[in-house]
Nanobody, 124 residues
Framework: QVQLVESGGGLVQPGGSLRLSCAAS????????MGWFRQAPGKEREFVAGITSSGDSTRYADSVKGRFTISRNNAENTVYLEMNSLKPEDTAVYFCAARRGSYYISRSYAYDYWGQGTQVTVSS
């Protein structure tokens, strides 16, 4: 079992920045690809960003490309999501997820473990 705990969410003004963290514990291994997803009220959960187990490849949803950066520190079992130029439409609960294997997938059903989520609200 792998436990994931997100942190770093909060209220920020449009144009602001936040850095989310996802700490993994339990049977952790660097051989997990990681993803960040988000879910706004009344909407389906959507893929935001993914990173390979080694950290050598990343992918982003078009809506966040150029503004968000995913990274990982395998020595500390932590994945990050740096969010800049935030917009009101970025408001959602953000989840990190882990899947066995090296490569990320943008489909939520492909992930084996999920965190509880952290709320991000972008509002003036």
């Amino acid at each position: 079992q792998v436990q994931l705990v997100e942190s770093g969410g909060g209220l920020v003004q449009p144009g602001g920045s936040l850095r989310l963290s996802c700490a993994a514990s339990g049977r952790t291994s660097s051989n997990y690809a990681m993803g960040w997803f988000r879910q706004a009220p009344g909407k389906e959960r959507e893929f935001v960003a993914g990173i390979t187990s080694s950290g050598d490849s990343t992918r982003y949803a078009d809506s966040v490309k150029g503004r968000f950066t995913i990274s990982r520190n395998n020595a500390e079992n932590t994945v990050y999501l740096e969010m800049n130029s935030l917009k009101p439409e970025d408001t959602a609960v953000y989840f990190c997820a882990a899947r066995r294997g090296s490569y990320y997938i943008s489909r939520s059903y492909a992930y084996d473990y999920w965190g509880q989520g952290t709320q991000v609200t972008v509002s003036s």
